[in-house]
């Protein structure tokens, strides 16, 4: 544990205004984030043109399979991001997802991406705290933690306690010009995109160009939009509140309190809260908490985070997920968040049920009506690719089914056809891939599809949502026809009562 600085009041001062970036200072960093991009993609370029070689036979080819070429340029790339800092970590954090712009292996390399950095001085962050509020540090606070507790690529969290109470609270600080510098990175991030679309025209000339596919301005963008999103904490604080309200009758789920006298863009002051990391198995039963009841516990959070709320915490990671002494869940850390309409939680309870039963079709009609598929795309041989696909990971037991290996394993159709991974979905995704992670851990039988099923059925079958059951409906007529599938209605109601039979 961080030792306690005693802090005296001082009379409140105003700190100087930061100076711009000057213009040498933004070449000097596109110049070095060029450089390192080019060590990523240098040495693509140099094996193309020895295989080129090599295929004349004037030197000898290199006998490596293809996965594992790209396994070892996507551990360069996540070595690349890792060096570049903040909004290169959390770009490629999002990116893991993204079948649609890069294939498999580069996926897997960039999910083990680490938001963890190292911290920077406490002077700079404590004069941020001071600049936001006003005021001098101990005149907020009585002491404060010698060094952050944590520290992650967008900011770094201090242990304090305030003077007017002696609350025990959190200070979440976000780090120096972070705002500026990301602004920059994204800058030059979009020149790149442009420059990656550009050379997709080309990819038939070069051969290591062919990874390169998909729409990368607009995801730059958004990726941007995110960013910045998550880089303000007063949108934090809100989304915590919603949070709160939303469980204020879950007695097994705690949302620390946020202290919005002391809270700004750039400082979250909330309450501290101690506990164990749900994957600390070994404590947990230390304590006498069950990890398989704490896990139950945190899927059904999510699901009704899905199925009802419509609102869900993107970034379930162990660091923000801990279990109180008293056993309660505790969530952290709300800067990325998730909505979902009725009509697109309609839409993939469907999906969800279509999937369960193997109904390729039906799924084919999901991935238009979802935004994955545009309209009037060219989807000949679709069908049966899809079903080779889901033979091999959903023709087993459904308890060894795996949410992110099909996601893998579906992903090279995901890159070869005109997929795009609508914005919405990323986080999604993204946060079922980490959660079903988390969940294997505390409990080795854990299974998505079983997990989920009861909670699709509740929302579909139970809940006075005629709105959402017409959308069902609606995708059980034959398309084109307009008449109703009876085969596939028969199919959704024996998939629905035996979920409801097996998870009563």
Excluded: C
């Excluded at 001071?130 to 520290?151: K, Q």
């Excluded at 993939?348 to 390729?360: G, L, P, S």
């Amino acid at each position: 544990m961080s030792t306690m600085r005693a802090l005296e009041p001082a009379p409140s001062k105003a700190l100087a205004t930061r100076p711009g970036v000057s213009r040498p200072r933004q070449w000097v960093r596109t110049a070095s984030i060029l450089w390192t991009l080019a060590g990523f993609v240098f040495p693509m370029i140099l094996e193309e043109a020895r295989d080129r070689i090599a295929g004349r036979g004037w030197v000898r080819r290199r006998a490596e399979p293809a996965d594992a070429r790209l396994a070892r340029h996507g551990a360069r790339l996540r070595d690349r991001l890792l060096r570049l800092g903040p909004t290169f970590i959390k770009t490629g954090q999002m990116l893991a997802t993204r079948a649609d712009l890069l294939p498999v292996p580069f996926l897997k390399e960039l999910s083990i991406l680490h938001d963890r950095v190292p911290p920077y001085p406490d002077a700079q962050a404590f004069a941020i705290i001071e600049e936001d509020l006003g005021r001098s540090l101990g005149s907020v606070f009585s002491e404060i933690s010698e060094g952050p507790i944590a520290a992650a690529s967008l900011g770094q969290v201090y242990r304090a306690r305030l003077r007017a109470t002696g609350e025990t609270v959190a200070v979440k600080v976000r780090r120096p010009d972070l705002a500026r510098r990301v602004a920059l990175d994204m800058a030059v991030l979009d020149r790149v995109a442009r420059w990656t679309e550009s050379l997709e025209r080309r990819s038939d000339r070069y051969d290591f160009l062919k990874f390169l596919r998909g729409e990368w301005v607009s995801s730059i963008r958004e990726f941007d939009r995110v960013l910045h999103e998550e880089m303000d904490y007063r949108r934090e604080a809100v989304s915590a509140r919603r949070f709160k309200a939303n469980f204020a009758s879950w007695k097994g789920v705690h949302v620390p309190r946020i202290h919005e006298a002391f809270s700004t863009e750039r400082v979250l002051v909330m309450e501290f809260v101690e506990g164990t990391k749900v994957t600390d198995l070994d404590e947990l039963r230390r304590r006498g908490h069950s990890p398989r009841a704490i896990n139950e516990r945190l899927y059904r959070t999510y699901f009704k985070q899905l199925f009802e709320d419509g609102f869900f915490h993107a970034d379930p990671h162990p660091g923000n997920l801990l279990v109180m002494a008293d056993g309660r869940l505790a969530f952290f850390d709300f800067g990325m968040s998730g909505e979902l309409d009725d009509v697109l939680r309609g839409r993939m309870v469907t999906a969800f049920f279509h999937m369960v039963e193997r109904d390729i079709d039906g799924l084919i009609e999901d991935l238009f009506a979802l935004g994955f598929l545009p309209p009037g795309a060219d989807i000949r041989g679709l069908h049966e690719l899809v079903a080779e696909a889901f033979s091999r990971r959903l023709d087993v037991k459904l308890s060894e089914v795996r949410f992110r290996e099909m996601v893998y394993d579906l992903a090279p159709i995901v890159f070869e056809y005109p997929f795009t991974t609508p914005a919405r979905f990323t986080f999604l995704i993204r946060a079922l891939m980490t959660l079903e992670g988390i969940s294997v851990q505390m409990n080795p039988d854990f299974n998505f599809f079983e997990v989920a099923g009861p909670y699709a059925r509740d929302f579909l079958f139970k809940r006075e949502a005629r709105a959402l059951r017409g959308q069902v409906l609606e995708s059980l007529k034959t398309a084109g026809t307009g008449k109703f599938d009876w085969g596939r209605i028969w199919r959704l109601a024996r998939t629905a009562y035996d979920v409801y039979t097996s998870g009563r």
